[in-house]
């Protein structure tokens, strides 16, 4: 798998998965999601009371544990199979027209990326 750490834009459907996304100018359908799954911050790295210097408190909210802000810190991903174009199919000229893409959705700034590819 190819890895990515491109922007997109993706259109939710019904079920809040992602249902198409737009990445470097084409359209992809998602004609399958093969998993959804949701990763935390590294919270191993952290130290004694939170911090990974090991300190008592240096949460990023003031008084708040930076475990706590870690453990937020989530991003949640699908690998969904896609097509090009509005239905997915292949486009005339076109050799290659679908492939498995993990998209990932990031809570803490809103942000959607194209994190992997298989082609």
């Given at each position: ?31 399958a ?29 003031g ?14 991903l ?13 486009q005339?000229?076109e050799?290659?027209s ?22």
């Amino acid at each position: 798998m190819r890895q990515y750490d491109d922007p997109v834009e993706v259109r939710r459907g019904e079920a809040e998965d992602p249902d198409q996304f737009l990445w470097r100018g084409r359209l992809w359908k998602v004609r399958a999601v093969v998993a959804h799954w949701v990763e935390t911050g590294p919270w191993w790295q952290a130290g004694p009371g939170g911090d990974p210097g090991g300190g008592p408190e240096s949460g990023a909210e003031g008084d708040r544990p930076a475990a706590i802000d870690d453990l937020v810190a989530e991003r949640e991903l699908w690998r969904v199979e896609a097509g090009r174009g509005m239905a997915g199919l292949r486009q005339a000229g076109e050799a290659q027209s679908y492939g498995v893409f993990d998209l990932s959705f990031d809570w803490s700034d809103g942000r959607w990326q194209l994190v992997g590819c298989l082609d």
